[in-house]
């Protein structure tokens, strides 16, 4: 989410927390449910009534700044050849290819209708494959949406320039991350979870360690800048012993980044999490030994706890970022590109063009309908006001940086901030009372202790959460 347009600037760069001294007593007083503030306002309160001559117009407000924003492209590719059980995406379940080929010949079009819209000379400086599994598609066919992309948008030069992938590894060789390579591809996230086979059947993922560490390699010999391992912590038939054993496997290849994601079940909204037996869930307590397992095994490799379940060796691109002072956070999670639009392609994409969220389709047969008849394949989106603005640059600071420079909000939004965030000070009182956050006259920022809580923090400032919370009591 980007800041308010008058700030135009980096956040001045602070001295950060690189570890995290895991308190487990903490979490279970603070941590509770809610946004992982990808956006503000999030995604439940865009609106089907903001409609295509809204997102026109925001595009025109781009090209037409003094300094036009760069771009970052997000597609989306929702096949997935097998379910996952705890899998929550917006995906399809097929084994046939030639579905790959029809999607690839609709996002075509799409692009052909979106790119227009912009200016040639809004370079893109990021994107980002994700799914589904992109590697769904033939790593050759992949090179061609990349072509497909520079022939409507203009590729940034710059060796700074992203093109990144979520990759399943069970469906790709060396030769597949060669073709990738050349097509331009430098980054790439791996799907591991958990390589206990205990826990990889109960969520109907197998996957070798052997051949996904081979992989992890075989980026790096093609060039790829960042690796990326994925892992969750609270699968079914988890034990300590067997992460410890998953986290020292992963830590022979020393990927640059991991995230370790907490798993949530929720049966009633994502159908395939039914097959899981709640019965061989980690509970509470044992979740928490789960994760603070893996962030002290992290911690004490040398890795550097970015935010929200990300770590990142000190000298990649995201913990450079974080020390600059211009981290920034979307809906493709944590990126070292701070001041672009983002322009989602594909189903159920979202963007992000100046103050406003819009997002496509999430059903696949809506999305193709209206790509078939011509339409930009818009669903939902909204307009953000005044307040909106001023808190999404509150939380954006909150989340990548872990604090909020009073001084610098105040002078970008006009406003008294003692004043305006009355109530918010009153919430965060508990988490000042308990060491987890620290509030002065200047500034409020997240203690050592309170690293792993920033989205308790970001919780105090979300007005729609707390009107949400006080209509429910």
Not at 170 to 183: E, N, T
Not at 215 to 232: M, P, Y
Not at 420 to 445: C, K, S
């Amino acid at each position: 989410m980007c800041p308010h347009p008058s700030a135009r600037v980096s956040r001045a760069a602070v001295p950060l927390t690189v570890d995290w001294p895991f308190d487990a007593e903490l979490l279970r007083r603070h941590d509770r449910p809610g946004p992982r503030y990808t956006s503000y306002p999030t995604a439940p309160h865009f609106a089907a009534a903001f409609g295509e001559d809204r997102w026109r117009a925001a595009i025109r407000a781009g090209n037409e700044l003094p300094a036009p924003k760069p771009l970052s492209l997000y597609v989306h590719v929702p096949y997935c050849a097998d379910p996952c059980f705890y899998c929550g995406c917006n995906r399809v379940i097929t084994r046939d290819a030639a579905r790959a080929s029809a999607y690839l010949a609709r996002l075509r079009r799409e692009l052909a209708g979106v790119a227009p819209l912009f200016d040639r000379h809004r370079q893109v400086v990021q994107l980002h494959l994700g799914g589904g599994t992109p590697n769904f598609v033939a790593p050759a066919q992949l090179a061609g949406l990349i072509d497909a992309v520079a022939t409507g948008f203009t590729l940034s030069p710059s060796p700074d320039r992203d093109i990144s992938i979520e990759l399943d590894p069970r469906h790709i060789d060396a030769d597949g991350i060669a073709v990738l390579a050349r097509a331009g591809f430098n980054r790439a996230s791996l799907g591991v979870q958990d390589f206990d086979p205990a826990v990889q059947a109960a969520v109907n993922r197998v996957q070798e360690a052997d051949a996904t560490l081979r992989l992890i390699d075989a980026c790096r010999r093609s060039g790829f800048r960042s690796v990326n391992v994925d892992l969750i912590y609270g699968l079914p038939k988890q034990t300590r012993a067997g992460f410890a054993r998953t986290l020292a496997q992963v830590l022979q290849a020393r990927p640059d980044r991991l995230a370790i994601y907490g798993y949530a079940h929720m049966p009633s909204l994502f159908r395939a999490q039914r097959q899981i037996d709640a019965a061989d869930l980690p509970d509470a307590e044992q979740r928490l030994v789960l994760l603070g397992l893996a962030v002290e095994t992290l911690c004490g490799a040398g890795y550097r706890y970015i935010g929200m379940d990300h770590f990142a060796l000190p000298d990649d691109d995201l913990a450079k970022a974080q020390a600059r002072g211009d981290l920034h956070r979307n809906f493709m999670g944590y990126t070292t590109h701070p001041q672009t639009d983002l322009v989602g392609i594909g189903v159920s994409a979202i963007s992000h063009i100046g103050d406003t969220y819009s997002q496509n389709h999430r059903d696949l047969p809506a999305w193709e309908s209206a790509i078939d008849a011509g339409r930009l394949p818009l669903w939902r989106g909204i307009a953000l006001d005044a307040d909106d603005r001023l808190r999404a640059d509150v939380i954006q600071g909150l989340m990548c940086q872990g604090r909020i420079d009073i001084p610098a909000i105040e002078q970008r939004h006009d406003i008294d901030f003692a004043a305006t965030f009355r109530e918010a000070l009153r919430l965060l009182e508990p988490l000042r009372a308990d060491g987890i956050v620290e509030v002065t006259a200047t500034g409020i920022a997240a203690t050592r202790r309170g690293r792993g809580l920033l989205r308790a923090i970001a919780q105090c400032f979300d007005r729609y959460l707390q009107d949400a919370r006080r209509d429910a009591a």
